[in-house]
């Protein structure tokens, strides 16, 4: 009985010390530290990698090199900041800042990278195996909601210097992509390489923490330029 007692007295003094009221002004200095913990930029650096695996090997460093150049950083910090502060409490943040700045959280969080990397292209590839049939199921495209849009290969499209055309990563690769022919460029073999296996390409945005809201642990979020 002293023991429960004691233990409840514990939690009892404990509360006050974690709970923090819930302002915009504490849930702004909790993101922050919460994106100290988590280092989105070695999480995106992780992500670019993984994106250049479906390259091949003469352009991988090109296209590292094209994407880190024209991804506004600053933009998807603030946009994965503002989308946390409006959909986390001061005390949530905190108490996901404590975890990503703890041993285990930095171990999880260096994972996450190839976690998502490797999930995501699952989760896209059942998604358009789904709409698919649904398209084909009792009345086929009348079935479907308005304005929803036919399945396609998913493609990921590389930046390049301004001025040049717009090269893409094709999957499978050398089939065009939204009705343009396969053009020579990143992801097309040159000649007399072999054909690389196709690899679905995961949805735009960062494993990880790098998504800025995780969902345990944390779900990714995209960001547009802005």
């Not at 493609?155 to 893409?168: D, E, I, K, Q, R």
Request: charged share 20%; hydrophobic share 40%.
């Amino acid at each position: 009985m002293k023991t429960k007692l004691l233990l409840l007295c514990c939690c009892a003094l404990a509360l006050p010390a974690f709970a923090l009221d819930d302002t915009p002004e504490n849930r702004a200095k909790e993101a922050d530290r919460y994106f100290e913990a988590a280092a989105p930029k070695e999480m995106l650096d992780e992500m670019t990698t993984q994106m250049a695996a479906a390259v091949p090997d003469a352009e991988k460093a090109k296209f590292k090199e094209l994407l880190t150049k024209h991804f506004n950083y600053e933009s998807f910090v603030k946009s994965m900041k503002d989308a946390m502060v409006r959909h986390f409490t001061a005390t949530e943040l905190a108490a996901l800042a404590d975890f990503y700045s703890s041993d285990v959280g930095k171990s999880a969080m260096k994972k996450m990278g190839a976690y998502t990397a490797e999930i995501m292209p699952l989760v896209q590839t059942e998604i358009l195996k789904a709409q698919q049939k649904a398209m084909n199921d009792q009345g086929g495209l009348a079935a479907m909601p308005p304005g929803a849009a036919a399945p396609q290969t998913p493609s990921t499209t590389v930046p390049v210097a301004p001025g040049a055309p717009a090269s893409t990563i094709p999957s499978p690769p050398g089939q065009p992509t939204a009705g343009q022919p396969a053009q020579p460029g990143f992801g097309q073999p040159a000649q007399g390489q072999p054909q690389p296996q196709p690899q679905p390409q995961p949805f735009p945005a960062a494993p990880g923490p790098v998504g800025g809201i995780p969902s345990s642990p944390p779900e990714v979020i995209s960001a547009t330029k802005g």
